[in-house]
């Protein structure tokens, strides 16, 4: 139940100056600048790209700030900041083929074409603190380039696979069909695939972590290998109207993931690897993963699997998946709920008003008087 | 456009510099900060879906002697989207070597960019070697 009440205007004013001051933290330390954090803090930036669904490093590193680093804060400010925006198109569908790419790991292939490139990774450090970081260095780090550069069109593994028959094939649906986009119409189920890549990509990194990992534990039977794991920047293309004809607008940083699994076959389908997909802007290794596994446990259905958990269940994964609703709902319950309380307050009271008149009605017909009445 | 859509705003002005301003243009769409919403494929070869969407500008022009300029870039840069269309339109038009080299010169630092992130990239690319028994 709704009710408007006035007042609090002036501490509300008060807390957007606190919450500025706090963000600001200690002024004898320098501000952190948006560029500085687009910059430094790029896997933190592709979080909230992803999860606010908005490509935009210098916005994201902005609501970084403004959200003193609160990634679901952020992902909120930059879905708001969405909403402002004119759609002005779709692009082409990226080519993830055409990537060059940084990092690009097989675990089912050792000697693959193009071979595997460690790229950038925390992988093989050895997750000890660098107290060298916590001062500032004059001398930038810099990484020695090889003599050859790496092939610009690499082999995606799962497509090797896919020469021998032996992996389930990845072509569009006759026609070749727009895709659903639920940032326009009501999601129904059971939810296509094009449905759940969307809600999957701009799921919460955590949430997404949490079913993959659900899956792997047995708790979806599914035995995944990572077939392939790149990273990179593909050119976005776009087909403005008044031209006809598609423009290169420019390079996004994406990070791909495509999961092996094994399948053994049912009725219909002969026994064969199925994939999961992952795809995430940025450098979001994790993300694309978790995204993969869970996308494959989701396709159970067009497998003739029984959804028999969590992950599997597209209902359950799209409805809780997505972090600004989540934080929404769940936060909202710090709001004002003066009136509702209020109602639950009288119900309990006159229940237990109602139980003991009953208790005490039902001693008198038995014969027994109460204690005070004696 | 490609090489202008991927150029900074200062690589642009320095050209504009050198051209001594903007030529003369009738703005035809101002420039516009919007969304393209970015699309792939399931699988990389399969069913289209809605990844997300990412920034955009545009803004068309048009010269003094017809020749239209278009821009369309990933980002917010405004100010940048139109001399990107400025840019676009003279490219057509005039055959000002000196445009058409910097133009060059801007495509090929770029290429060089890219190459260069390859060869880092390269330098992280593992070489097995097989471990052997030594009685055999």
Do not use: W
């Amino acid at each position: 139940m709704y009710v408007a009440v006035k007042g609090g205007e002036a501490a509300i004013l008060a807390t957007h100056d606190l919450v500025a001051e706090m963000r600001r933290g200690d002024t004898s330390v320098p501000e952190v600048s948006t560029a500085q954090i687009r910059e430094q803090m790029s896997l933190a930036v592709a979080r909230v790209m992803n999860e606010g669904s908005l490509a935009d490093a210098d916005l994201a590193a902005l609501a970084l700030k403004q959200a003193q680093g609160d990634a679901i804060e952020a992902a909120f400010l930059m879905r708001a900041y969405r909403t402002t925006l004119p759609r002005l198109g779709s692009s082409q569908p990226l080519d993830t083929a055409a990537m060059a790419i940084r990092r690009r790991v097989s675990a089912t292939y050792k000697d693959l074409p193009g071979g595997q490139v460690l790229g950038p990774t925390y992988d093989y450090t050895h997750r000890l603190f660098d107290f060298g970081l916590t001062g500032t260095s004059d001398a930038p780090p810099s990484a020695m380039p090889s003599d050859v550069a790496l092939d610009t069109r690499m082999p995606r593994v799962p497509d090797i696979l896919g020469a021998e028959g032996l992996m389930e094939p990845e072509t569009p649906p006759e026609g070749d069909p727009r895709p659903f986009d639920l940032t326009r119409d009501p999601v129904e189920f059971p939810a296509d695939r094009d449905v759940r890549l969307q809600a999957l990509a701009r799921g919460d990194e955590g949430f997404l972590l949490g079913l993959a990992y659900s899956v792997q534990r047995g708790f979806g039977g599914n035995h995944p290998f990572a077939g392939e794991i790149r990273m990179g920047e593909v050119p976005v293309e776009f087909v403005p109207e008044e031209l006809g004809f598609a423009v290169d607008i420019g390079d996004l940083t994406v990070t791909e993931c495509q999961m092996v699994n094994q399948f053994k076959g049912s009725k219909h389908v002969a026994p064969q690897f199925t994939r999961g997909y992952g795809l995430a802007f940025g450098h979001a290794e994790r993300k694309a993963m978790s995204m993969s596994i869970v996308d494959r446990a989701l396709k159970g259905r067009e497998l003739g699997e029984a959804a028999s958990y969590p992950a599997q269940q597209d209902e359950f994964v799209l409805y809780h998946s997505d972090n600004v609703e989540a934080a929404g709902f769940v936060e909202h319950l710090k709001l004002p709920h003066y009136v509702d309380f209020q109602g639950e307050l009288e119900l309990i009271r006159r229940l237990r008003r109602e139980l003991e008149e009953r208790i005490a009605r039902e001693a008198v017909e038995s014969g027994v008087l109460p204690k005070a009445a004696e | 456009m490609a090489v202008l859509a991927r150029a900074r705003k200062t690589e642009l002005d320095e050209i504009v510099a050198r051209l001594g301003g903007l030529p003369d243009h009738v703005v035809l769409k101002p420039a516009e900060t919007g969304t393209v919403m970015v699309e792939a494929r399931a699988g990389g070869t399969g069913r289209r879906f809605n990844m997300g969407e990412a920034t955009m500008t545009r803004c068309v022009v048009r010269l003094a002697d017809g020749t239209m300029g278009f821009a369309y870039a990933l980002g917010t840069d405004r100010p940048k989207a139109l001399v990107s269309a400025v840019l676009d339109a003279l490219l057509q038009s005039s055959s000002d070597a000196g445009l058409h080299d910097d133009i060059a010169a801007l495509a090929r630092a770029q290429t060089e960019a890219r190459q260069l992130a390859l060869r880092k990239a390269a330098a992280t690319k593992v070489d097995f070697f097989t471990l052997v028994r030594g009685h055999d």
